[in-house]
């Protein structure tokens, strides 16, 4: 059995990587390239394998960085199986949608300057079609369900605490008469965050690919990341500016309008402080009401609010902006407020409008909660350039830019290393993604001096056999550097780095065959009926 990784390697977008048995190719996430042009480029080559030729998708969570190439994969020939948890799949029903749309305006904008200089034309990534079409061969499995999905693959989706409905997956592989448990880690979440659980331990794994993003950092405490969030919304309000927040749409977007309901509905706040908070993104209005609909999976404590009566997704100062007018009315209105949008990077998206029209303003402030992927606007700004070009129109950078590092959806080193010790029994290999280069080598050392695993940082394009105890790599892609990495300090040096992202049936005859037999069954129904239950309270509370 071979493992090949075609995305998600030494950087931190793009997961796609591909099991190939004797009999099956099996992909885990097609995610898209982000971050600069260069990057964003890799989305149009050809897939280094043949879609049709895949069997099946399983996808851990709904993010563009891990799910946004599926469209492209149907468009050019797969035709298996999409399997993902319900949460993922309905999220993915707004994001691919929306992506499409992304491409085709993007192909819109491209194809008018080409004509003009005589250029040829250019076709989208892909199109709404294909997204649509894509979304026809999902089908969706309970967190706890193990699923036999062929007779020689088994799965099972582990809670990740990263967003709604993200996984960590168990994949258990029958391959030649030999057995192997393969652990895809998924994005990890940080433990104790609003509406989602804290993310489960696995206590086994052969092999284990697991997440790097934050493997050098320790995140400040999230209570901390609020009480500052909510203190700079308070001061620039006092000096009559406006917050500008780019947020996730999915994920992010939600705590945040979770943290701020806590504050204004239970805060000792007075009523001059009571900021609008607007969020301006459609997806996120949209992947709001989704979250509402999967009430079944938040956590306990987002639940009891739920039972009391408490919308946590509604107050009084929020509001909620869908059209295109109404975004534009936010940026001619001088009052104090908070505006949310997207995109999370301020690369695409409403909130580079906002940023044109209150960057220059120092009465104005922008805090990042999230990752700045190397190359998009949002890095650019956290490195302190003073003018930047927005929109076609150079801008000065007055207002004060604060990043909260709390809030990140990603497990920092720390809770990395914990997620890891809890396995009883520790995988042979670790195999590093998710990651820039340099924190997946520091991560890697900290994993080898706590638990004595090596680990493996792959390239993109190599291919490993795993299923002996020597890993070895098979072959490998050799692809030209094309991502420039650009640093600025008192001389400017450019280098390159290779790339490589049923109780009621027993009659109560509850002996040890039966028990066997339809356990699986049985729990599974019980984790759909609970999950009916809190959508039932959860609709009664509206």
Known sequence: MNLSFFGATEMVTGSNYMLTTENHNILIDCGMFQG?????KMNFREFPFNPAEVDILILT???????????????????????????TYDLCTIMLLDSAKIQESDAEWDNRKRQRAGLPMIEPLYTSEDAEQSLKY?????????????GEISLRFRDAGHILGSSILELWIDDKGVSTKLVFSGDIGMPGRPIINTPEFIEDADYLIMESTYGDTIHPPFKESTEKMIRIIDETAERGGTVLIPSFAVGRTQELIYELNHYYEYGDIEQHMRVPIYIDSPMAVNATEIFQKNSGSFNKETQELILSGDNPFSFDNLHYVRSQEESMALNKSSYPKVIISASGMANAGRIRHHLKHNIWDPKNSLIFVGYQAEGTLGRILLDGVKRVKILGEELNVALQIHNLEGF????DQPFLLKWLGEFKKKPRKIFLVHGEKEVSQIFAKEIEKAYGINCIIPKLGNTYSVAIDAIEVEK?????????????SKELESVYNQFNALISRSNGLFDEKLLEKDFDLLKNKLLELQGQLMDLNMMIGK
């Open 408 to 411: 990140s959806g990603h497990a």
């Open 138 to 150: 999902f089908e969706t499995y309970l967190y706890e369900q193990k699923v036999d999905i062929n």
């Open 476 to 488: 490998g892609i050799t692809l030209e550097p094309e991502i420039l990495k650009e640093q600025i």
């Open 36 to 40: 600069n042009q260069e990057k964003e």
């Open 61 to 87: 969570h709904a993010h563009i960085d891990h799910s946004g190439r599926i469209p492209k994969l149907v468009k050019e020939g797969f035709r298996g199986r999409i399997i993902s948890t319900k949460a």
